[in-house]
């Protein structure tokens, strides 16, 4: 069985085609960078320590259908600034290229915001996770890198960070991302900047959960071969770690 010390977490800059040395963010009106030199300091924990700060932290995105118009295969949801309406049924037109469809995945009180996730189809299927505020209809945008979306964002007991991440599916052993967004409010109004970025290829993520407004906790899981019976063995691990 690996140890803690196998589990290296290093930071990278992502290089693709649409991007330089870091990673770029998308949302409406505004284009904004993570910063890629901040080594997160994980330190190994049990599972009853886990559970404890899982019971303390109280998970702000809640699923509240009441916050949504169901209208067939439409559904509608309304900000102050006027509705939006978004097509949910992805059926038989899931396989045609331009086709695209959204998933509800709740709601963020604390923030005033919806939690949409979008897929799209191209000569794949990609997925993007996004927020849209309910008082300014501002859309915020967040790559997972992934083919799928983000999970829903974790939000710090305070409001003033989010964590978004995504899994890789196709890495055996495990692979995850994790974006470390700051959030600012002015009079009401939202705005996210990129603060911390990082990757594992060790691990997927099981759960995050905030201990204080610059520590969180995570259940991660990652997987092993076993040569004797060919199979690949799930084992889970449990993590804390601040930052600055």
Same mark, same amino acid.
């Not at 991007?19 to 870091?22: D, G, I, N, P, R």
């Given at each position: 069985m690996r140890t803690f010390q196998t589990l290296v977490l290093i $930071?990278?800059?992502i290089i693709h085609s649409y991007? &330089? +040395?870091?990673e770029v963010v998308k949302c409406a009106n505004c284009e904004y960078l993570y910063t890629s030199d901040y080594e997160f300091d994980f330190?190994?924990?049990d599972s009853v320590t886990f559970k404890n700060f899982k019971e303390n932290y109280i998970q702000k995105v809640v699923y509240d259908a009441t916050r949504i118009i169901v209208n067939d295969s439409l559904f509608t949801i309304k900000t &102050?600034?006027?509705?939006?309406t978004f097509n949910m049924d992805y059926g038989g037109n899931s396989g045609r290229r331009g086709f695209t469809w959204t998933e509800y995945k709740g709601f963020i009180p604390s923030l005033k915001c919806y939690v949409l996730n979008e897929w799209s189809v191209s000569e794949f299927t990609f997925g993007t996770s996004f927020l849209i505020d309910s008082l300014t209809q501002t859309e915020f945008r967040f790559q997972s890198l992934y083919d799928g979306p983000n999970e829903p964002p974790v939000i710090s007991p305070q409001n003033t960070y989010l964590i978004s991440y995504a899994n890789s599916i196709f890495d055996s052993e495990g692979a995850c991302r994790i974006s470390l967004v700051k959030i600012n409010s002015i009079e009401n109004e939202l705005d996210f900047s990129g603060y911390l970025y990082f990757e594992s290829n060790a691990w997927t993520i099981d759960e995050i959960v905030w201990i204080t +407004? %610059?520590?969180f906790a995570l259940k991660v899981n990652y997987k092993e071969f076993n040569e004797e019976n060919q199979k690949w063995e799930e %084992? $889970? +691990?449990y993590l804390q770690t601040s930052f600055e």
């Open positions: $930071f990278v800059c991007s &330089q +040395e870091t330190e190994s924990i &102050q600034k006027g509705n939006r +407004e %610059h520590s %084992h $889970f +691990e």
